[in-house]
């Protein structure tokens, strides 16, 4: 028994921290404990197994590895971004946003629906966080659906779906820590998820639109009284193509000075935008009719959260800056859009700096808690029983990464992204790299993974948020006074199906298609290791590594390795010049001066060997005894 536990450590191990996560037990603590237990069972069981390498020793790199996690700048990104969707959310953007965008789709069928699904994107482009994006949406934008005719399931399923694009759009919390435990750039994982977003967010809206034919009573439009701004959607197109105007005619005319492409580009994008802004907020202030109610509105509500996912995402896809930094001044940009809207107090502040705190400090414990269990799990060569069991399945990459989604996606419905993160990637990873498949498109592939799992019933984090923010029971409408019916958890769960469809088949498309997360690698330069050449520099150069040259005058002759004509003398570093019997003797020690010998004969290389002079040669018997050396007596050389 002793040896089948000592032989199989490594599964038994992983499986019964799994199930104590299952469980419902804290996951660092879990981690933690399930690290050290282990460990204690592998030194004893060491003798036994030769694939258990642990000693107590070993105990002692664990401060340097939590130290480790602490000093990683990447994730320096996360409380920062975490910071800027809470201010955001406290001073009521999505409310803004839902209402305008609302009131723009509002004449066209299914308006509201592409109005919750635009709004969640700009939302998870801005906030990162999922659990805000969902309850802001539901409790704003579920009573008005439902006011207004929208079919339930559809109403619930769409919120639900939106709100998890949070884990997809950059800049994604789930991306920061995908991108840090694979070892890849935050920046490349951002610009490789942007067009699966794009993809998703898409596909939601061509869903809207079928439902929209197929069941126009699910998907009103909204009715005349209810479009409080009105019409004027010509002069919000006159205003769009303005803007281009302005950013062309800025780009080739008023900033053609400015060498770098990027900042010329972000001038002359500043300045049209500037423009468009201006011309709004002066329509406002001063009651001009230069453009319409819902145009003025539109402008003056949407450009700051552009404005601000351009200084985050725009800045990072350009080079300009890192995703820490870029998180730095969105959280900064946060801060001033609150102020300008008048919605920032210290109360704001603090409960966006508690929570922000908070998350920082939940995922600083799980990492700790995680290194504290793969030390021990790699210790007793449990990479090497994942490596064995994940890279012989059938179909190689294929095969892989079909198991892989099937497994994150089963344990999405359980455990947080962090945690499926933290322990369940560093796993995968070199498995995945093994077999030759791009990090960045398996990080986007678990992330999308990861985002269909918030929307699985019975236990997607989603479907909780939308279930806490949505009336169960009869309730009264504030606006019409009408009692309207609850909303069942059944009918949540019958609202995300459609929705999970849409997942599956995007997590199909990125698998068959790479090229739509691969595009990163589109600006990076490429090599051709035949070009490629190694180029020493030979002595004698001049560089105070030369030696004297070997048989050759220095100051006449350059063999290869010896100084030029005209060149200053190598160095002898006080050797004896070398002589190979040549004409002329090269390398001659000065006249009235005898080189230095250091008692060796000297080296003629090339002509006939000398006889030593018999006159100062001692002649030795060759039957004499050698005298033994006096040990006594420090070397002699002469």
Known sequence: MIDFIAHNLAPIMFI??????????????TLAAGG????????????????????????????????????????????????????????????????????????????????????????????????????????????????????????AGTIAASGTLAQIVPPSLVLIVMADQLGRSVGDMYVGALYPALLIVALYCAYIFAISLVRPQWTPALPAEARTLGGGVTSLLVMLVLSLVLYFASFHLLFASIASPEWRLVAALCFA?????????????????LISRLTQQVIIVLIPPLALIF??????????????????????????????????????????????????????????????????????????????????????????????????????????????????????????????????????????????SFLTPPFGFSLFYLRSTTPSETWKDAVTGKMMEGVRTSQIYKGVLPYIIIQAIVIVIVIVFPSLVTRYKANDPVFDPADVQINVPGFGSGNGLSLPPLGSDGANQDNGGGNGAGAPASPSLGLPPLDFGGAGGGNAAPAGQPAPSFGLPPLKLDGPASAPDAATTPTVPPDAPKAAPDLSQPPSFN
């Open 36 to 155: 050290l237990i282990y460990f204690a069972v592998g030194v004893e069981l060491s003798s036994i197994s030769p694939q258990i390498k642990l000693f107590w020793p070993l105990l002692q790199s664990h401060p340097e590895r939590i130290y480790g996690v602490m000093y990683n700048d990447t994730l320096l990104a996360i409380p920062f971004f975490t910071f800027m969707g809470l201010i955001l959310e406290r001073s009521r953007m999505a409310e803004d946003l839902l209402d305008t965008i609302g009131q723009l789709f509002g004449p066209v069928r299914g308006g509201l629906a592409y109005a919750v699904i635009l709004v969640g994107a700009l939302l998870g482009a801005t906030t990162g966080v999922v659990a805000a994006s969902v309850i802001a949406m539901g409790l704003i934008s579920m009573p008005i659906m439902l006011r207004y005719g929208y079919n339930r399931p559809l109403v």
């Open 16 to 29: 019964s921290v799994m199930a104590m996560l299952l469980l419902g037990y804290p996951v660092a603590f």
């Open 311 to 452: 200084l985050v995402l725009g800045t990072i896809f350009l080079g300009i800056a890192t995703p820490t930094e870029g998180g730095a001044m969105g959280a900064s940009g946060a801060l001033l859009m609150a102020l300008a809207k008048r919605r920032l107090n210290l109360e704001t502040v603090k409960h966006a700096l508690d929570s922000t705190t908070r998350l920082s400090a939940f995922v600083m414990m799980i990492l700790i808690g995680s290194r504290v269990f793969g030390l021990t799990f790699y210790g007793i060569n449990g990479n090497v029983w994942i490596e064995d069991l994940l890279s012989n399945l059938p179909g190689q990459e294929y095969g892989f990464l079909a198991i892989v989604t099937i497994v994150v996606f089963i344990l999405g419905c359980f455990l947080d992204f962090f945690e499926i993160a933290f322990i369940m990637v560093p796993l995968l990873a070199p498995v995945a790299e093994k077999l030759g498949i791009d990090l960045i498109w398996f990080g986007v592939i678990l992330g999308i993974n990861l985002q269909t």
């Open 273 to 289: 935008v500037l423009i468009v802004y201006v011309v709004a907020i002066a329509n406002k202030a001063f009651g001009w009719s």
